[in-house]
């Protein structure tokens, strides 16, 4: 029987370089980033993934989507890639890249953020975004039992420790992302952020539709890092 941490992670290497690993967000797959990737031209080992029970990656059993076991399986993807690398991240890749530059700091170079947030202090909004994963989960009878929990919050860990990220960051986000262009104004203030584009007429999913800005902001990442 598959346990939670010996699944089989669908995922795509190309490129020689820095490596960079690319997580998508939920309900997405790890194929979101191809454009990015390819713009990249092959100068940085770029791994992009499934997550747990997306895409070609196997399910895991119900209760085991929780946060480490998500992050277990980004530290084996950086098994594959390399070490130290930069980690992009989209919504809940976002969110995922930033809890692991939390706990295990020696391992990212830089991380690259794509409408991504660091969650929630407040606890009724932990709530209200609960409640919206549950909502949207309900909506969709195929999807593998239990994989809302990857996308739902049980503290402020993230919020609270953003202050202890050193590395150099980039954000990306569309200009009609409210949320997340609110999210960009706390990177700015805990952050050391070296590259922030605001995409015009831009929404949630900016990374598929304007990978030239995404790579282009893995670049001022890896160079930060080269500096």
Do not use: C
Not at 27 to 34: K, M
Not at 59 to 87: C, E, H, I, K, N
Request: glycine share 12%.
């Amino acid at each position: 029987m598959t346990t939670g941490h010996d699944l089989h992670l669908h995922h795509h290497v190309e490129g020689e370089g820095t490596p960079v690993v690319f997580t998508h967000g939920f309900l997405n797959t790890g194929d979101v980033w191809a454009g990015a990737v390819a713009a990249l031209g092959g100068q940085a080992r770029s791994l992009y993934w499934d997550l747990r029970g997306h895409g070609g990656s196997d399910p895991a059993p119900v209760g085991q989507y929780g946060r480490s076991y998500a992050l277990a399986d980004l530290g084996r993807m950086l098994d594959v890639a390399g070490r130290p690398a930069v980690l992009a991240g989209h919504s809940l890749g976002g969110y995922l890249s930033l809890a692991y530059a939390i706990l295990h700091p020696d391992e990212v170079a830089g991380l690259v953020m794509v409408a991504g947030g660091p969650g929630f202090r407040n606890p009724d909004s932990l709530a209200q975004w609960n409640v919206g994963i549950d909502a949207m989960t309900a909506k969709r009878p195929e999807l593998p039992d239990g994989v809302g929990e990857i996308s739902k919050h049980v503290d402020s860990m993230v919020m609270d420790r953003l202050g202890e990220i050193t590395v150099p960051v980039a954000v990306v986000v569309g200009e009609r992302d409210k949320q997340f262009v609110a999210s960009a104004a706390v990177f700015r203030k805990y952050l050391d952020v070296v590259h922030e584009v605001v995409v015009p007429d831009m929404g949630h999913m900016v990374h598929a539709k304007a990978p030239d800005t995404v790579a282009a902001a893995v670049q001022a990442v890896i160079a930060a890092t080269a500096g």
